[in-house]
C-alpha cells in the first residue's frame, strides 16, 4: 500500500501510535506508566549533587535530577520539563529551560523573538508565517522575555489552525509560568502517543482511529516481532540487535555465504535499517555493531550508508567511529522507553 497512515489505537490496554510508510511500520509510540516527556512540574529543591553541577528536586511522581544549575537552595521551587524517560532505579532527567510546543508553534520563555523554522526556505512562505504571528502576537502578547517559533507544518494556508495553535500555547505559557507558589505539582502531563503522533508526525497521511485499527493494519505480530532479536536482512543474512544493561549489541551475519562480498552485501542492508529499527524498539545510549568480515577498505562504505539513514532521524545520534578491532560505535539518545519493557 502507497503513502503514509497514521494508525491510533490501543495496545493491550496502553495509547499507541503507528506510523506507515508504503505499507512498512516506520513509527511506533506506546504509553508507559512514567512520566512523560514534556510534562512540567513545579519541584522543590531537596539537594545539590557536588561533583556533578546539578541537584534533586522534589516532584508528586518522585524525584528529579537538574544538571548545571546553581544558586539554589533546599525549599526553592522551581519550573521544570521532564526531557525523557527515568532509567530504573534513577531520577526522572528535567531541564529549567521549558518549552511549550504544539503541531504547529513553539513558545520559548527566556528565548524572546519571532522565527520560522529553517526548514521552511521559501521567503514568501516564511513572511506571511512571521505575519500571522505578529498578528496573534499583538492581539495577545506572549509572557514577558519569550518567544515563538513556527514550526516546519505551519503554512499561511493553514492560518486558522496556526493562529489557534499559537494562541493556545501563549495562553497556556503565561498561566504555567505564573504558578510558581506551593508545593510540588504536576502542571502540565506531556503529551501521549496519540497527540505525539498529531504533532510530530507531519505531512500527507490518512489517519485509521476507528476501533481495531491495530489489527486491521495487522501490527500485533509487527510489534511481536520487535521484542525478539533477531531481523532478517534483504541480502539473505541477518542483524541481531540485543540490548544489555550496559549497551545495545548488533550482530550482523550473512548466513551461509562468508565471502567477503556478502559480508559487504550484508553489512551494507544492515546499516539502512540500523535507524528504524533503535526507533521501533526505543533503544538508545552505548550502541556496538559487529559487523559481518569485510575487508577493511569497505568501512568507509558501510559507514556512510548509515550515516545517510540517520539523516531523516530527528533523535540525535552520534557515529563515534570505529574500534581497534573492528566495531562500529553510535550513541543514541534516550528518548523512549525500551520497547521490551512495555509490551
Given amino acids: 500500500m502507497k503513502g503514509s497512515t497514521i494508525v491510533l489505537d490501543q495496545w493491550k490496554g496502553r ?11 516506520e513509527d511506533l509510540l506506546i504509553d508507559a506508566d512514567l512520566p512523560r516527556p514534556g510534562s512540567i512540574y513545579r519541584g522543590v529543591v531537596e539537594r545539590p549533587m557536588k561533583g ?30 521532564v526531557t525523557g524517560y527515568a532509567e530504573p532505579g534513577k531520577a526522572i532527567p528535567v531541564t529549567n529551560r521549558i518549552l ?43 509572557p514577558e ?31 504555567v509560568l505564573a504558578d510558581t507558589i506551593g508545593d510540588a505539582e504536576l502542571l502540565v502531563e506531556g503529551d501521549g502517543p496519540h497527540a505525539l503522533a498529531w504533532r510530530e508526525w507531519v505531512g500527507p497521511a490518512d489517519l485509521d482511529d476507528a476501533e481495531g485499527a491495530f489489527d486491521r493494519h495487522e501490527l500485533g505480530e509487527t510489534i511481536e516481532a520487535l521484542g525478539k532479536a533477531r531481523v532478517a536482512l534483504p541480502s539473505g543474512g541477518s542483524m541481531l540487535i540485543e540490548p544489555t544493561s550496559a549497551l545495545v549489541a548488533v550482530d550482523i551475519n550473512t548466513g551461509g555465504d562468508t565471502s567477503p562480498a556478502a559480508g559487504l552485501k550484508a553489512n551494507i542492508a544492515a546499516m539502512r535499517d540500523l535507524p528504524r529499527q533503535l526507533r521501533l524498539r526505543g533503544l538508545g545510549g552505548q550502541i556496538v555493531v559487529d559487523p559481518a568480515p569485510m575487508v577493511k577498505k569497505d568501512r568507509r562504505q558501510v559507514e556512510s550508508v548509515l550515516k545517510a539513514a540517520l539523516k531523516a532521524e530527528t533523535t540525535e545520534t ?11 560505535e ?11 519493557e512495555v509490551i
Fill in 15 to 25: 495509547e499507541a501510535a503507528a506510523l506507515l510508510v508504503d505499507g512498512q511500520l
Fill in 145 to 175: 522575555g519569550a518567544g515563538v517559533i513556527l514550526r516546519s507544518s505551519a503554512h499561511p494556508d493553514l492560518a486558522d489552525e496556526v493562529m489557534d495553535d499559537l494562541l493556545a500555547m501563549s495562553d497556556l505559557a503565561r498561566a
Fill in 100 to 142: 511549550f510546543k504544539s503541531r504547529y508553534a513553539i513558545v520559548t520563555p527566556g528565548a524572546p523573538g519571532i522565527n520560522v523554522s529553517r526548514q521552511i526556505r521559501d521567503d514568501e512562505t516564511r513572511d506571511a508565517l512571521l505575519e500571522i504571528a505578529h498578528d496573534v502576537i499583538s492581539e495577545s502578547p506572549l
Fill in 52 to 81: 556533578q553541577g546539578g541537584l534533586f528536586l522534589r516532584t508528586p511522581d518522585g524525584n528529579a535530577f537538574l544538571r548545571q544549575v546553581k544558586g539554589l537552595s533546599p525549599g526553592d521551587r522551581l519550573l521544570v520539563q
Fill in 330 to 340: 553510535l550513541q543514541r539518545k534516550r528518548d523512549r522507553v525500551a520497547l521490551r
Fill in 318 to 328: 552520534v557515529v563515534a567511529g570505529w574500534t581497534t578491532l573492528g566495531l562500529l
